[in-house]
């Protein structure tokens, strides 16, 4: 795990202000918001086995909330700053979703803080996180996927590229997990590969007779490495490029704009529409909760309002 996302800061001369937005003073006394976000952070990593990417959106968050509040000791909190806070935040027109995960990083802090014994209640808590709007994940239908898996070329970079985009549909991969995958964690006889998802959580993917086939011609042609994919220069592919190539990809299959992230809906929505069970779906796709699956049930259901409206007698 790269400790470059979540190191300890060293220069905080721009973030503590000598006056925080609402007029408290900083308090540098070692209790305060940013000297605990380190503490905070090496829980997170060590304790709760954070991803970098969680660890750098705590960090970013506290960082944020301490400058517009102020450094001070977190006894030193009170609720109106924080709602103040959240209304800064929905001013600058800032989604519901982002707003919820900023007020949960500050209820897992405060939560760290009180089981320290810094503070002697964690008053975020009282905070209500504002409805988050319901937004459908993109996905393409089947058809638009065989265009975009049939588009890579023969050459070896259409080879690795194929492959890509078959094992990212067949198993619903996020691009991080496609990019970590390492050789020994393929199993091409058995079909099934080791995949490290959110928190360094394993779980085994089945990978379809297709993804099987592709990633099988891929490895064959590639040069060495521990690294299932990578560039022309034999490194790890960074999610970057995968999306730069899903880019090239869907242009030239005629489909638009999709991010990576639109393969792994369209498998799961596939799944759904072809009769799957919501559980078997949440294992695939390596959900911590059945909430985060259930988005799913209601792209099927479009579906299923247009096949009803169409062939039913009353429809």
Avoid at 144 to 173: H, K, T
Wanted: hydrophobic content about 35%.
């Amino acid at each position: 795990m790269s400790t470059a996302l979540y190191e300890r800061t060293t220069d905080l001369s721009d973030l503590r202000t000598p006056l925080g937005l609402f007029g408290m003073p900083p308090v540098c006394s070692g209790r305060d918001i940013l000297t605990l976000t380190d503490d905070f952070v090496d829980y997170l990593v060590v304790e709760r086995n954070a991803s970098d990417h969680t660890v750098a959106a705590y960090q970013r968050d506290l960082k944020e909330l301490s400058i517009h509040i102020g450094n001070q000791d977190v006894d030193k909190i009170e609720m109106k700053q924080l709602r103040a806070f959240l209304k800064y935040l929905h001013l600058g027109d800032q989604s519901a979703s982002t707003i919820g995960r900023k007020l949960s990083t500050i209820r897992s802090f405060l939560d760290f803080c009180l089981r320290e014994g810094l503070i002697e209640q964690n008053i975020a808590k009282a905070l209500k996180a504002p409805k988050r709007e319901q937004r459908l994940p993109r996905h393409t239908d089947a058809e638009g996927i065989d265009r975009l898996l049939n588009a890579p070329d023969e050459s070896p970079l259409g080879l690795r590229d194929r492959a890509i985009l078959e094992v990212m549909y067949s198993a619903g991969l996020r691009v991080s997990e496609l990019v970590s995958l390492n050789v020994e964690d393929i199993d091409l006889q058995a079909g099934t590969m080791r995949v490290i998802g959110k928190g360094n959580k394993q779980r085994l993917s089945p990978l379809g007779t297709r993804a099987t086939t592709a990633l099988s011609t891929w490895l064959e042609v590639k040069d060495g490495g521990y690294a299932v994919f990578t560039n022309y220069r034999g490194g790890r592919l960074s999610t970057r490029s995968v999306q730069k190539l899903v880019d090239k990809y869907t242009a030239k299959a005629g489909l638009g704009k999709l991010t990576p992230h639109a393969l792994r809906h369209s498998m799961a929505t596939h799944m759904l529409d072809n009769g799957a069970d919501i559980r078997s779906v949440q294992e695939l796709l390596g959900h911590a909760s059945i909430t985060s699956t259930q988005v799913y049930t209601h792209v099927a259901g479009t579906r299923q309002k247009a096949v009803h409206a169409q062939y039913h007698p009353r429809g």
